[in-house]
């Protein structure tokens, strides 16, 4: 297993050498809220009002645990991408009748695309600035859903063909939509930016592929559409702005989508797409080998090990955890190497199966063991 570092490797700019995705199982105080705003016994305001306060709450137990970056846990969403996305013009969020199936639950609703795709409304631009505004000293992350979800799963059936006759032009306004949006948040300050790709992922699976050749999509080249996507995006942020990539086989309610190694993507994800560091699910063997991460520039990007899993409120073993990341260690050198859970607590409201006292412990395990590896987080 790897030994502590004999001279520090702690980062100074983001990802950290223990990091996370994201999302924090929401508290009962605003479950409570929302439920109350849903039954209409509280307004708008007396809901931001208690996100607020929870908010503050999440940023300082992250701080507390020695994390050095901070996020507002997606407390004011109900989806990790939903509601992004239905805030883009032209998106609308529905029920259909045939629901997206995880492996033991159902997500109910999904997203079709009724009007000229464009960014117009600043979805999450405050959210961002509250954040920051309270995060004093630590690094203020913003995640958004990857441009990729507003296809994958509803592909051309969920796009008006009289709005987009040739997929051509969704793609070309879905990604000049994101540019504005990722040049919203860089004007609002933010410098850690992260795209949450699950679908690159569901790419490393042949079910997925032949679930989207069954319904008449054109699976070659999609990857590079994606790619494409991606880049158009974030092509032109500030040089001092972060830009990862998380990527998962679909995380709610604890169950999963997708399995399959990265192997079929590593190329065009590490070398094609323009990103400056990387959150790989690796807590399964659903995810398959570290064998991918010998495509990754060396001394340029950072991939960050999501070896704990959010699934579980089960901890993990330190010393299992240090031999993983050793072993990653022989595909790409530990410098370019972090440590981070999977994928977020609570990918929607709901949340995963697991205590917030698990949450925490999970999130402290990784400071730990970053700073028993590389000497510092």
């Not at 704990?308 to 050793?326: A, P, W």
Request: hydrophobic share 40%; proline share 4%.
């Amino acid at each position: 297993m790897p030994e502590t570092a004999t001279a520090p490797l702690a980062r100074t700019r983001a990802p950290f050498r223990a990091d996370h995705v994201g999302s924090l199982l929401r508290p009962e105080a605003l479950r409570l809220a929302r439920a109350a705003r849903t039954a209409g016994t509280l307004d708008a305001a007396g809901l931001r009002a208690v996100e607020d306060r929870c908010i503050e709450a999440a940023i300082a137990s992250q701080r507390d645990l020695g994390l050095r970056a901070a996020t507002d846990g997606e407390y004011r969403r109900s989806y990790w991408h939903f509601d992004f996305l239905a805030g883009l013009d032209g998106v609308a969020m529905y029920e259909p009748e045939q629901k997206v199936q995880f492996h033991g639950a159902t997500l109910q609703h999904a997203l079709k695309v009724t009007g000229r795709i464009g960014w117009n409304r600043p979805v999450f631009v405050d959210d961002y600035r509250f954040t920051a505004a309270h995060a004093a000293g630590l690094a203020a992350k913003q995640t958004i859903p990857s441009p990729s979800v507003l296809h994958f799963r509803g592909g051309r059936r969920a796009i008006d063909a009289h709005v987009y006759p040739e997929m051509a032009e969704f793609f070309a306004d879905l990604g000049q939509a994101y540019r504005g949006a990722v040049g919203a948040f860089a004007e609002a300050g933010c410098r850690y930016l992260q795209l949450d790709e699950v679908n690159i992922a569901y790419l490393c699976d042949p079910a997925q592929i032949e679930g989207l050749k069954a319904r008449g999509e054109h699976v070659d080249g999609l990857l590079d559409v994606y790619a494409d996507l991606i880049n158009t995006a974030i092509r032109g942020r500030p040089e001092d702005m972060v830009v990862s990539i998380h990527l998962c086989r679909g995380n709610f309610r604890s169950t999963w989508i997708a399995e399959g190694g990265y192997e079929p993507v590593a190329e065009t994800l590490f070398n094609r797409i323009e990103a400056d560091a990387y959150f790989m699910e690796y807590d399964s063997g659903r995810a398959g080998g570290f064998e991918p991460l010998r495509f990754v520039p060396r001394g340029k990007k950072v991939v960050v090990l999501g070896l704990v899993t959010s699934k579980s409120g089960v901890l993990e073993s330190k010393d299992d955890l240090k031999r993983r990341i050793d072993a990653a260690a022989k595909y790409l050198p530990l410098e370019q190497l972090a440590l981070s859970p999977q994928c977020g607590f609570a990918s929607t409201e709901e949340g995963n199966l697991l205590t917030e006292a698990e949450q925490w412990a999970k999130l402290r395990l990784c400071v730990e063991v970053a700073r028993e590896v590389w000497g510092g987080v």
